[in-house]
């Protein structure tokens, strides 16, 4: 099998093609390690790890060797610079954390490996996972794989953002440099990069999987989950994924089912939701347009569609940047040059403290650290954090009030297609309006999906997603898949790896 | 009340103590908390505050605030909520404590105190809380630099607020010791002030009588009851002098200067701090079965002031006594060992010789030479007349060097108490018959040679003779066979 | 509630960030911005609504109390860029 077509194999396709011993773990592995090797331009990743591939493919092969297979044996995997990998440098995408090399694996990532999975490298990302356009890792911006096409409106050859924070991991993925990635969700950070890379992107429910291990951002809001070509291949991740962590508190003690097994295809009878409020002011005709479509695939499918109302949902993003800030300001408070990364010499304590925090610091994460830092202070907890909260409460009581009448919800992801690296930085409010779409299920904590389901008018793709229960992913995902058969979209952006000549 | 050059003002007091919780493992990790270790050897990545560390919260901690609140006498907050307490310094690695501040797991109770004059005081408490202890910062080891353990980080405190009811340096010191004898009478603390696992914080503030309370400074550093008391003392003064010269009390953060014996601003620059406390987002409320605290309840050991009544109702022991012998639990299980038949002589001799005995030696009840049980057969061996109570305070004597039973040393030093009347008035016979110009001055009005008599006989006997009898004896024969 | 260029510098100080004087103005700005933005919030009545507690519905879970962790000194004090003697070092702090 050539090199490109090994790459373009979805990870249940790999999972049989290993098993069957069609290839081996070690070829699939020196695949994707030249992949990521090619991908350089695009700066997926912050740390290869190739040699680590393949020691862990040699241990798949003798596995598959005994007919030992493990559920994720031998695939190539690329971990979002935000989980701490034992031993390997782990950045978060800031300079603060130079050189650190956590003693411990995440939680998650032990996961992974344990079922057999290979790892590929560590992915850039948004510094800190706060952002939406991969411009703000100190190891440089990420690349979206896919290009305006030309003759369109803005059709150009410019760099376009791959979505944030997991930028890198959603590029590799799209770029065929990885066959899976990790990625994190705090306000949209997986979902949305998928949007704009056209692959699945899944933001389990809150507590489904374990933040042990995970550099945190906004502690009630980080959701790990993955990062993958299909709706199965997402199943197939998040069950290797999931468990009850007990060295997490916010760990959900519920079993994991068998994520798969709930690709019925089957969503006959099912009520979807379409909540007025997500028609947003200067949404783009074609995201409207594919909306109803996504609709009328599911009605096509047997399963009814009705219209719900939130109105709470434009006051998502004001709270959510009200609360993520908030928290934020606390757990970067770790980040002072002591114990790990960074350290400026400078006088005294509390001015190494100062210099070593702004040298570290990017400007979006001094940004959000100093607004964190306002809203919680004397005078303004109540004002500012303690509204949010209560703001909170209401988003998901809308949502609760909701899950009454539907038993899922369509949306779109994002109200526009990937953008050019550079195009919105002027105004940090513009880049937050990024994430209306995404940000309610994180403050409610729900399970939400992105599927690809087309292209905008210059050739970039676009996502729908589905939103579903607290731990009912599984109709999210059996939903999902319907959708994504619907929408057929076979398209590949213009950078994919093992495709040359 | 302390009399000011224009009239007299009175101290007001309030403590905040941080007990260590005695505990296995820490309050939100699984790293050890004993104290002396190496440095850094006992911290867990969660304790360092590393990236992607998560607290959880350690059962047994949560059970030893329980059982203290219950034995202040105070109520249990069913639900209770953890928040982060921000700020920068080196020995808190997450640049934020994991404190309780609106929704503390206990809330109002009361201590009740023994003063000297026999009157009771209570002192209300406010509340207690757990929180994070921070690690250790050494200062003196270099000119320019500070060193940092974390062993300490992470450790579970108790923060226990008194209410501000205290009105003097030694009502401050009772307080600090009943509270210390509630916290080792329930095991939740040692109360070990010298290790720094008790710890007092003090708040002051002076009034005239009557008016309502003035502005506190709060003096911190306190690391002995001898500190508290004499930083007491020094605040309040200190306020006084300033008001009655005109100024106004600055409210503020003191530490105690154990070496001059005053209170100083502390000096880095103290800006009022802002500890933007917020619920943490890594742990859910807590929330406790009220099953479970009645069951905590229903198991706690007799506290002293139960102890105290019971003692003073089934022993027939004064207050006094019965207070000193409560005050730690080790010496009230002690005395009840050998309270047996005598309660009375087991409580004078735990009061007077074994706690002498234990000073010199400077060990505690614990460790002491003497057990209860030998004890006990002491005092039985000088009621049943074996041996007189002077020779019986040699006897002890031994007992605490050797170790060994007082009827072995008894034996072994052929000290049993001569009973024999015939022997006793032989040993008088000889002493009068010795000392005849002093019998004549006896019969002539010298009354006090008896007591002279008494002694040489004694001293005949080497110390055995059974002193009733020499009296019955001694008498009969002065007076005339 | 905009802010100026002593409030930014006050949160700044409580973050431990330094910012040069040039930087007050700009953030000043921007932050108050984002804040401004944030005020939409005022329009819901939260008067009777309690703040959420977590997303997930269920209590504090706990952990019995055993020593399970003996990370040896070398990997607390291998990430730090100063360290002596198994201590972690920092300019002297006076008080």
New interface residues.
Partial sequence: MSDGSLLALTLAQARDGLVRKSFSAREFALAYNDAVEEAKVLNAYITPTPERALEMAKATDARLARGEGLPLDGIPIAVKDL??TKGVL?T?ASHI?D??????E?TVTSKLWQAGAVMLGKTNLDEFAMGSSNTTSWYGPVENPWHRQIGSPKGDNRPLVPGGSSGGSATAVAARAALAATGTDTGGSIRQPASFCGIVGMKPT??RCS??????Y???LDHPGPMVRTVRDAAIMLRAMAGHD?????S??VPVPNFEAALTGDIRGLRVGIPKEYRVDGMPAEIETLWRQGAEWLRSAGAEVVDISLP?T??AL??Y??IAP??A??NL??Y????????V?R?????????T??AG?GAEV??R???G??V???G??D????????????I?RDFAKAFEQVDCILTPTAPSAAFAIGEKTED??AMYLNDVFTVPANL??LPAISIPAGLSGEGLPLGLQISGRAFDEETVLRVAEVLERAAEFRHVPSFVAGDRG | MIEGRTGPWETVIGLEVHAQVISKAKLFSGAATDFGAEPNTQVSPVDAAFPGMLPVINRFCVEQAVKTGLGLNAKIELESVFERKNYFYPDLPAGYQISQYQQPVVGRGKVALDMPDGTTREIGITRLHLEQDAGKSLHDQHPTLSYVDLNRAGVALMEIVSEPDLRSAEEARIYLRKLRSILRYLGTCDGNMEEGSLRCDCNVSVRRPGHPYGIRCEIKNLNSVRFVMQAIEYEARRQIELLEEGGVIDQQTRLFDSARGITRPMRSKEEAHDYRYFPDPDLLPLVLDPEWVERLRAELPELPDAKKVRFVSTYGLSSDDASVLVAEKETALFFERAAGHDPKAAANWVMGDLFGALNRLGVGIDESPVSAEQLGALIDLIADGTISGRLGKDVFAEMVATGTDPAAIIEAKGLRQVTDEGAIAAAIDTVLAAQAEKVAEYHAGRDKLYGFFVGQVMRATQGKANPALVNQLLKEKLSGK | MPLDKAAVARIAALARIRLGEAELEPLAEELSRILSWMEQLNEVDTSEVPPMASAVATSLPMRNDEVTDRTRREDILGNAARTTQGFFVVPKVLE
Avoid at chain 1, 347 to 355: A, C, S
Avoid at chain 1, 383 to 394: E, M
């Fill in positions: 989980y701490c782990t978060a954390l050189g650190f090399h956590p003693p411990y995440s809150y507590g933040r042990w291990g995970v550099v945190a906004a502690s009630s007990p060295k997490d508190s916010t959900a003690p709470m434009k006051y004001p709270a940047y009200i908030a928290e300001s606390s408070a770790r002072d040059g002591v114990r790990f990364g960074l350290r010499e006088g005294t304590l509390d001015e190494m403290y100062e210099v925090r702004a610091f001094r940004r650290v100093l607004i830092t306002y919680l202070s004397a303004y907890y004002a500012y954090y303690l509204k949010a909260q209560r703001v909170r409460t209401l998901m940090p409010v409610a904590g």
